[in-house]
């Protein structure tokens, strides 16, 4: 905890401090009160009780000015935990990978970034605040009592030496509780999450019962574990209330013996009952402490989970540095063989090279392992040493900054995000003028449609960009790598949702400009890969085949079949 209040200091003490003045004034009122009622009918008392009240009203005015110190104070020190504890989350997930993101749900990462967080913010603020006020009230209160009379305070406080059962009881329960509390939460918020951007499937699939009584259920579990969070919760305040009632029975009992017998004066005995019930909020103050810590401390556990994490791919520490930005890449696969975890291997000794101004086709069947191929060239997975090499340097030695400007990639599922076109294609850099975006989109062949839309560039994007056609969101995302414009290009299937004829544009298109990159192309169609001067065969992660197109067909092998089929379904679709 204190590591994340470390940094304000000084906004915590001074908060502490101010709520340390509250207390005190508050103190103060009961033995005022209690003076007050000793002279109540003696003469001239007139006087006294004026006095009095102003004192009362001095220390109800220092109450309220230093109520609200502490209160700004601690909250903007909880509120700058919360940020740190927050931006340091999302530093860190921004460092990870696949393997990371493989494995977490984005409505439980989601949970923990928000709900999580906000459990932690009230820790570091009201959790703070009951916990303080909890010891100090509580001991400050202790010490006006045994200023009155010690005996009468040990009997009257006896009852409570039973809370320090109940905190062990209830703490760990609680702690247990919170944690499947949150738990569930994460839960509901990937139920909803997925349901949500899977709608088309659900829909279409007639699946709106099914997931109504599935939610139903996560739903209920979600409700279930907080109400059994609520009635301990319920119990805790019900018993610390209890052993309060208790120690007003023996306040009463006793004191009231004693004012009979002459021991103790009347104010005396109020001034003492006073504080006993200035008691209850310290006492009370525990319970809230208990459970906000208990929740806050579930939490930060979540938190920290993920932020424990280690950076499965990362810079190298004593990384390569390149003089200046290559203008060309060389591009070599040597050896590499790969696979997921202990799985069989998805890439077997795969050897391949791309020069600068070469294009370089890859074709294979689903599943064969190009993508896993080229993640492994951009670093999205991590590669064995000496395996990958750009301009003869290992790409591990690469900062992966510098590695990935090298490289102009379209993955094979087009990703976008939800504002305006200018900034999806401009993503890499944004400061890019209209010129530019627009002379990019022209040669993905989509300025005609953007130039049709009510906004042109300004238009906004759906979610991953829902309202524009498959073949659209390809070419969006060919013309944000057009604008990187990196050395070496990588299209993972990127024209598989575009038309032959479009496709056919936009390579002629880019040919001036891959006069001196190198490019690799992978595709599923036979006509996708007429422009290369290379064409690899992948099968079962391993390479079949390699030479030109027309080698290719002349060696009558996988190539050769590849082309055949497609050329009987062109003629069947024909006809
Ligand atoms: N994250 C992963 N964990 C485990 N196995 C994976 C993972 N990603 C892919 N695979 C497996 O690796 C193999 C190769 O997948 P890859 O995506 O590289 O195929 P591909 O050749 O690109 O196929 P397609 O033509 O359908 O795009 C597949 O058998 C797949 O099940
Ligand atoms: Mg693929």
């Given at each position: 905890m204190w590591k994340y209040i470390k940094k304000y200091k000084l906004l915590f003490f001074i908060s502490l401090l101010a709520l340390l003045l509250v207390d005190f004034s508050q103190l103060l009122i009961p033995r005022i009160i209690g003076q007050i009622y000793d002279t109540l009918?003696?003469?001239?008392s007139f006087r006294f009780f004026l006095i009095s009240g102003l004192k009362i009203a001095g220390l109800g005015l220092s109450v309220f000015a230093f109520r609200f110190f502490w209160r700004i104070f601690l909250i903007r020190m909880s509120r700058k935990v919360e940020r740190d504890i927050r931006e340091n989350l999302f530093y860190r997930l921004l460092t990870f990978s696949q393997h990371f993101f493989g494995k977490w749900n984005t409505g439980d990462l989601m949970a923990r970034a928000i709900n999580d967080i906000n459990h932690i913010q009230r820790m570091f603020s009201f959790g703070i605040v009951s916990i303080f006020d909890a010891v100090v009230m509580g001991l400050m209160t202790l010490g006006f009592m045994l200023s009155y009379d010690v005996k009468f305070t040990l009997i009257a406080v006896s009852p409570l030496s039973l809370l320090s059962f109940i905190v062990l009881y209830f703490e760990k329960r609680i702690h247990r509780l919170s944690l499947l509390v949150q738990n569930r939460f994460s839960r509901l918020s990937t139920f909803v999450q997925e349901d949500f951007s899977g709608n088309f499937v659900l829909k279409s699939l007639n699946r709106e019962e099914e997931e109504k009584n599935r939610f139903a259920s996560v739903s209920l579990d979600y409700l279930d574990k907080n109400v059994r969070l609520g009635r301990i919760q319920a119990l805790l305040h019900a018993s610390i209330t209890f052993i309060i009632a208790i120690s007003n029975v023996l306040v009463i009992y006793v004191g009231g013996k004693n004012v009979i017998n002459g021991i103790t004066s009347k104010g005396d005995l109020i001034a003492f009952l006073s504080y006993l019930n200035m008691m209850v909020w310290p006492m009370i103050a525990i319970g809230f402490a208990i459970n906000i810590h208990q929740r806050g401390r579930a939490s930060l556990e979540r938190v920290e989970e993920l932020t424990g994490y280690q950076p499965v791919i990362t810079d190298p520490p004593n990384p390569f540095l390149p003089e200046k930005k290559p203008e060309t890449l060389s591009v070599e696969v040597r050896n590499l063989t790969f696979s997921f975890?202990?799985?069989?291997?998805?890439?077997?000794?795969v050897s391949l090279s791309i020069a600068p101004g070469e294009t370089v086709g890859l074709i294979g069947r689903i599943g064969s392992g190009k993508s896993t191929l080229v993640k492994l060239l951009a670093r999205l997975l991590k590669t064995g040493d000496d395996t990958i090499f750009f301009n003869g340097v290992d790409?591990?030695?690469?900062k992966l900054n510098d590695l990935r400007a090298l490289i102009s990639y379209v993955p094979q599922e087009p990703f976008l995000f939800s504002t305006t076109i200018r900034e999806n294609v401009a993503y890499y850099d944004t400061s890019l003028d209209d010129e530019a975006v627009m002379e990019a989109l022209r040669k993905a062949d989509l300025s005609g449609t953007i130039e049709e839309m009510?906004?042109?560039?300004?238009t906004s994007l759906g979610e991953r960009g829902v309202n524009l056609s498959g073949g659209q969101k390809q070419r969006m995302t060919i013309a944000r790598a057009i604008l990187k414009d990196a050395p070496f290009f990588i299209f993972d299937d990127s024209f598989s949702s575009i038309d032959t004829d479009t496709e056919e544009r936009i390579l002629t298109s880019l040919a001036p400009l891959f006069e001196n990159k190198s490019v690799l192309i992978i595709a599923h169609r036979i006509s996708t890969l007429r422009y290369a001067d290379r064409i690899v065969v992948l099968d079962e992660g391993r390479i079949v085949e390699e030479g030109t197109h027309q080698e290719l067909l002349e060696a009558r092998g996988a190539y050769y079949d590849i082309f055949n089929r497609q050329k009987l379904e062109e003629k069947l679709g024909r006809e």
């Open positions: 009918g003696e003469e001239g975890g202990e799985g069989a291997p998805i890439l077997e000794n790409i591990n030695r690469y009510p906004a042109g560039l300004d």
